[in-house]
């Protein structure tokens, strides 16, 4: 079923410039045959115009904006500097979504249409003084059977491509930034083998080399097999990633130098594993700041002590009707029993948490979180499920997004959006 939404979009005054499409490449892959892209299910093939970032001069005060004392100060109101550096690299998402190949009747399903010389520029995003240094691909851990491709009709491609690298090379970029940044972006869940990895989502411990020895991290199974296995043609997303960042930190590593991954969906999970891996294996690490968009649950309150204890950044931004965001399993508050003055209801908590701890479902928040909704904006009072959790609704919530007594500013204008439910 095709819809037409009209929706209103605010325009700060400092956000990403929008400039007509670029004609040369204003064609589309085909409209895939099964609707595995959480990104395509609600705001499906949007005619997007090439962009062209024009962000504030950040010089010295780049590690604030990196997360280097926890946005203090900038999350609520939302600094326009800070949202429009939310945008940015929002769109370096957007583009692993535009650049992945959905149709599955296509002899080059799960891979990527462009190669690393265009990726930018073809998927929209031009004048960015960034260069893709890496294709990167994620592999699945479990075996499955022959027979599922002839019975379900839809390739069970092992191993797909799930995002880049790319590095800051524009020497006025560079300036603008403050340091040379190095982007990881991961898009979200695509083939059928990785959404019955996001099914796998019991905790287990991490392995003996990310340091997983006898510190009691744990984190969600599905995600962590995305992030390790191989196969016998694809060495797993770790290593990929591992050798990208130890090649970068070579390279540039004696100039002022940040390294900022970020992802939507099953791509902010591995975003978070993938910082958690770096702090660990590199003691030289430049700064590691995660942004994410409605990105799940991924590991207990160990990892998540582990994590700050290594000085990762994680910028969380949460839609509060994504219920993406509420899974996988649940959180338990030390004080959620102490605090109850019913011995009965008491007992009840204490009896549900023991289950839920048995069952290794006990996972913890990480992050400093900006917090949007989509029923208080004035451009999106309703939406399904795929809506809430689509990465535009998140780019035009932290477009829009004032503070938490000021929600959204009055100033919109439309915006009409073809959706594919």
Known sequence: MRLTIKVAITQPHIAPSISKPNPTFSSHPPTPTLPFNKSQLAWHRLNHPSLQFNSPKLGQRWTQYQGINHWDGLLDPLDDNLRSEILRYGQFVEAAYQSFDF????????????????????????????????????????????????????????????????VSQDKEEIARLGRRDVVIALRGTATCTEWLENLRATLTKLPSEMGGDNN????????????????????????????????????????????????????????????????????????????????????????????????????????????????????????DVSCNESVHVSGLQSWFRRIVEDMQLVYADVGQELRLSSRESPFLRKGDVATCHDLKTYLHLVNGFVSSSTPYMSKTTQYQANAWL
Not at 233 to 248: D, F, G, H, I, Y
């Open 216 to 335: 009691g991290c744990m984190v969600e199974n599905g995600f962590l097999s995305l992030y390790v296995s191989k196969n016998g043609t694809c060495p797993s997303l770790q290593n990929m990633v591992r050798e990208e960042v130890a090649r970068v930190i070579r390279s540039f590593g004696d100039e002022p130098l940040s390294l900022t991954i970020t992802g939507h969906s099953l791509g902010a999970a591995l975003a978070i594993l993938s910082a958690y891996d770096i702090t660990t294996t590199f003691k030289n690490a430049p700064m590691v700041t995660v942004v994410s968009f409605g990105g799940p649950r991924v590991g207990n309150d160990k990892f998540r002590g582990q994590l700050e204890k290594s000085g990762t950044r994680i910028l969380r931004i949460v839609n509060s009707d994504d219920v993406i965001t509420k899974v996988p399993g649940l959180v338990v508050h030390d004080d």
């Open 103 to 166: 149709d599955t009747s296509s002899p080059t399903y799960a891979t990527s249409h462009y190669p690393k010389s265009t990726l930018l520029t073809r998927s929209g995003i031009r004048r960015s003084g960034y260069r893709v240094t890496k294709h990167l691909r994620a592999t699945c851990g479990i075996q499955m059977p022959k027979w599922i491709n002839s019975l379900s009709g839809v390739p069970c491609v092992r191993s797909s491509w799930i995002g880049y690298v790319a």
